[in-house]
């Protein structure tokens, strides 16, 4: 933190106009500048990430890779490094864990897996470094680890030179003046093995202290769109299709499509739905750190994803007041509401009913199709992408959904447990 604090202080401290050590910026973009206020020159005082102090150069403030509050999971690692993982911190201890419990959640996201996603070909084997003792954590910080085993960092040599469309790499360049071209690096989806990681120790959480049940599952892929169903699908259900939707027949009319748009080079987008069981009325916070607003931003994190919506969401508009309010009535010995179209949160707070929202995501921005660009130095230019990549990342987003939704859920609980049932008054 020293070096974070040096750069505040400079910050504070510095006189306007004073000498600094800009960042290095990618060949062709201009730096940013503005005009300093009357009197001043034109000398404004750098902003924090634009520029550095020289004494401190290198020094760089900390960037944002951590979710939660209470519970909080660290992700680290590039798509074609060595390893990607994530350290987990406020785990409570004495929590029964194998590494099998973790695994069986990668295995669901790992690629390869089947015909309809990238070949690439990774065990994603989980390895516990820190945390965990004869069986049990201890409450010190969860370290976990997978390694990077078929990597191929020269599929994306033509990228290192060119854009390629709605990726992150023309922003990533634009931001820190830097980025790694491999498969992304850090936009890269591989970064989430670590939620899915995590979110497996905060699945058994939830599960042991109030039988919360999670389940994600794909509802519609480009057009095709299941109808919705009847009951709180199963994994068994959900597992049952490649494509994770637990409709035989739309799965399977699924299936082809994505096959089929494959083999043109193109990709797919679509919905993903989650629905949550058993969790308890007053998880969540009634301003900013509203419950809908955290799964919201837990949603909007993940690569590919374009929108959210929870209970009526958008249809919920349509609707007067009258037809949308969810009623209240006593049953089986607690409040209990008619209908749930606010998707079990009100008011920022869970109200105990079913929570439900659905997250779409985009077509894969890299297709397998010449594509028009430009170069780091702004030149036009045309990409014919290589790699191996999914045709559509529904499929194996369905865990990855599940799982940054227990970890919203589990550093609720702790907040709501350490604010509200620690001190008895």
């Known amino acids: 933190m020293a070096g974070v604090d040096s750069v505040r202080r400079w910050l504070i401290d510095a006189p306007v106009g004073s000498k600094f050590q800009p960042l290095p910026r990618a060949a062709g973009f201009p730096r940013l500048t503005a005009a300093g206020p ?4 034109g000398r404004v005082r750098p902003r924090v990430g634009a520029c550095l102090p020289a004494a401190d150069k290198s020094r760089s403030p900390v960037v944002p890779n951590s979710f939660g509050k209470l519970f909080t999971v660290t992700t680290w690692g590039e798509s074609h490094g060595g390893a990607v993982g994530v350290v987990v ?45 004869e069986g049990r954590t201890t409450g010190a910080p969860l370290s976990l680890l997978v390694r990077n ?31 790694d071209h491999r498969g992304g690096g850090r936009s890269s ?71 089929a748009v494959r083999a043109e080079g193109d990709s797919l987008g679509g919905l993903i739905e989650c629905r949550v069981r058993g969790v308890p009325a007053g998880l969540g916070e009634p301003v900013f750190d509203r419950l809908e607003a955290d799964l919201a931003k837990a949603m909007l994190s993940l ?8 209970g009526s969401g958008f249809a919920g508009t349509l609707l007067k007041g009258s037809a949308h309010n969810d009623v209240f009535e ?18 920022g707070i869970s109200n105990g009913e079913e929570i439900w929202f659905r997250v779409a995501f985009k077509p894969t921005a890299t297709i397998l199709q010449p594509q028009a ?17 999914d045709p ?34």
């Open 38 to 41: 009357p009197g001043s020159g």
């Open 89 to 133: 911190d406020g785990c409570p201890p004495r929590l029964p864990l194998e590494a099998g419990e973790i695994q069986s959640e990668l295995d669901r996201r790992r690629p390869g897996q089947s015909d309809i996603v990238t070949p690439r070909q990774e065990e994603d084997r989980v390895e516990i470094l820190a945390g965990l003792f």
């Open 149 to 179: 085993t078929d990597a191929r960092p020269g599929a994306y040599d033509e990228v290192k030179e060119k854009f390629r469309p709605s990726h992150a790499d023309f922003t990533t360049q634009a931001k820190y003046g830097i980025r």
């Open 189 to 259: 989806a591989r970064e989430t093995i670590g939620r899915v990681a995590a979110g497996a120790v905060a699945r058994k959480i939830l599960r042991l202290a109030g039988g919360v049940e999670i389940r994600a599952f794909v509802t519609r892929i480009h057009d095709l769109e299941a109808p919705p169903p009847e009951h709180f699908p199963t994994l068994e259900e959900v597992e049952a299709f490649p494509v994770r939707c637990p409709d035989p027949a739309t799965a399977a009319r699924m299936v082809e499509r994505i096959k």
């Open 303 to 310: 690569p590919a994803t374009k929108g959210f919506e929870i």
């Open 330 to 347: 006593s049953r089986d010995g607690r409040v209990r509401t008619r209908t749930n179209r606010s998707g079990g949160v009100q008011g």
């Open 373 to 389: 660009t430009v170069d780091v130095q702004g030149r036009p230019a045309v990409l014919a992408a290589r790699g191996r990549h």
């Open 392 to 425: 559509c990342v529904l499929p194996r987003a369905v865990p990855i959904v599940e799982a940054m939704t227990a970890l919203v859920l589990v550093d609720h609980w702790l907040r709501q447990s350490a604010q509200n049932q620690t001190f008895k008054f």
